[in-house]
């Protein structure tokens, strides 16, 4: 199965961008884009919220802005030659060009600094966020140059210390449930199943991406189909 040039999917957590009381922050710092990165809760407005962009510029920077409370705006990396990066509630993480993972901000659940060390890491995802001091929004996972998975953070529901061994090739973190792909197509997710956001994932073995979003997820077959699971009070795991 080729996977080059694949199609990508990106879920959209809710709309918007920047601090929580409304302002855009500082994107001056950034141009260029090979990646962006933000997390907004639109479902609580008290002060615990964190409301987040980052993006990797074209001379592989990172730029962050809007609300600052976990200094996950001023503790962003200033040296440069990062290659990806993903936000999650409060704390972001970036890989470097040598494959190394830095992440920084809010570390109520180790979600920082139980980063895993060493080089090789080919992909990462910072849990999705959700409402503040609810469970599941700080744990990521990264993958390293085997395929092999590794989790760090809140272990809710089995995140961190139980997730599916073999090797991968792209995956998703969500609220309280992550997904990988692995190289013959086949998706798998674990954690939490509250609305079927894990046990729902496709059985056929012909998917080139994915992305997880709070409570479902979506991915792009080898016809270029989208196929989505979970949760769907908004229409989110109904593809047009």
Not at 34 to 56: I, K, R, V, Y
Request: net charge negative; with cysteine.
């Amino acid at each position: 199965m080729v996977r080059d040039n694949r199609l990508r999917i990106v879920v959209v957590f809710v709309a918007g961008c920047g601090s929580k009381d409304g302002s855009t922050g500082d994107a001056s710092n950034v141009e260029n884009f090979h990646d962006t990165a933000g997390t907004s809760d639109s479902a609580d407005t008290d002060e615990d919220s964190q409301f987040e962009t980052c993006a990797l510029d074209g001379a592989w920077l990172i730029g962050c802005w809007g609300d600052d409370q976990d200094q996950q705006v001023s503790s962003t990396p200033t040296d440069t030659g990062y290659t990806a990066l993903s936000t999650g509630s409060g704390h972001t993480c970036a890989i470097d060009a040598g494959g190394g993972i830095r992440c920084w901000g809010n570390d109520d659940h180790n979600q920082v600094s139980d980063t895993p060390s060493g080089d090789g890491y080919t992909a990462i995802d910072a849990g999705d966020a959700g409402d503040a001091g609810d469970a599941g929004d700080a744990h990521n996972c990264a993958l390293d140059a085997a395929g092999s998975i590794v989790c760090w953070g809140l272990d809710d529901g089995g995140l961190v210390s139980n997730p599916p061994q073999a090797n991968y090739f792209d995956l998703g973190a969500g609220y309280n449930h992550s997904c990988v792909l692995d190289g013959v197509g086949l998706i798998t997710c674990w954690g939490h199943d509250n609305y079927s956001e894990s046990s729902a994932a496709p059985e056929a073995k012909d998917y080139q991406s994915l992305a997880v979003g709070r409570y479902y997820a979506c991915a792009i077959d080898v016809a270029d189909q989208v196929g989505c699971w979970g949760i769907d009070t908004q229409g989110q795991s109904s593809p047009p």
